[in-house]
T-cell receptor
Framework: DTGVSQDPRHKITKRGQNVTFRCDPI?????LYWYRQTLGQGPEFLTY????????KSRLLSDRFSAERPKGSFSTLEIQRTEQGDSAMYLC??????????????????FGPGTRLLVL | AQSVAQPEDQVNVAEGNPLTVKCTYS??????LFWYVQYPNRGLQFLLK??????LVKGSYGFEAEFNKSQTSFHLKKPSALVSDSALYFC??????????????FGKGTHLIIQP
């Protein structure tokens, strides 16, 4: 039984560089979420996909951030022109298929180990 | 807008004693409530959730949580704490009205420290 995996686990980059993170959800989970967690805070929602469609984006997701899920399986999160304020843990979660808006809200999200980003 | 408050940054409990980690929430509609645990350098692990029905929800590792609508609370409890329960605990809420469109809203987390 494989859970959600994320790669890399750690990334150190210099300000202004671009970085890309990958998330592999639990097999056959059709919903995939990205969150950001800074020190001393809980995770904050960034965006989510249902299959390959990106259905919602938080206002936290500036235009330097882009996420894709081209085949409805793995997803990538890219940050362009990184800033020191982007330093955080980036978490991915996935959940199983559900039917209807209310059931979507009830679903359990399973999280990966996260990618810790440090921007120098 | 939905929100979660975890009023205690840290809770200290002696091993073998009961523990409670507090959580209160605010939503426009009916809440769906979740507890997750995070160990150092690891992602969040699901413990339990409240959707509807019995106000006392049982979850993993002997944890349970009690939903109280009048007090808008969802406190996490365990009858007898173990040193291995020491971790960071997060309460999260979803408003059914949003249809799952905005992810979970988390509290800031509570460090639970179980002393031998």
């Amino acid at each position: 039984d494989t859970g959600v995996s994320q790669d890399p686990r750690h990334k150190i980059t210099k300000r202004g560089q671009n970085v890309t993170f990958r998330c592999d959800p639990i097999s056959e989970h059709n919903r995939l979420y990205w969150y950001r967690q800074t020190l001393g805070q809980g995770p904050e929602f960034l965006t989510y996909f249902q299959n390959e469609a990106q259905l919602e984006k938080s206002r936290l997701l500036s235009d330097r951030f882009s996420a894709e899920r081209p085949k409805g399986s793995f997803s990538t999160l890219e940050i362009q022109r990184t800033e020191q304020g982007d330093s955080a843990m980036y978490l991915c979660a996935s959940s199983d298929k559900s039917w209807g808006p209310e059931l979507n809200s009830q679903e359990t999200q399973y999280f990966g180990p996260g990618t810790r980003l440090l921007v120098l | 807008a939905q929100s979660v408050a975890q009023p205690e940054d840290q809770v200290n409990v002696a091993e073998g004693n009961p523990l409670t980690v507090k959580c209160t929430y605010s939503v426009s509609g009916n809440p769906y409530l979740f507890w997750y645990v995070q160990y150092p350098n690891r992602g969040l692990q699901f413990l339990l959730k409240y959707i509807t029905g019995d106000n006392l929800v049982k979850g993993s590792y002997g944890f349970e949580a009690e939903f109280n609508k009048s007090q808008t609370s969802f406190h996490l409890k365990k009858p007898s704490a173990l040193v291995s329960d020491s971790a960071l605990y997060f309460c999260a809420v979803r408003d059914w009205l949003r249809g799952g469109a905005d992810g979970l809203t988390f509290g800031k987390g509570t460090h639970l420290i179980i002393q031998p």
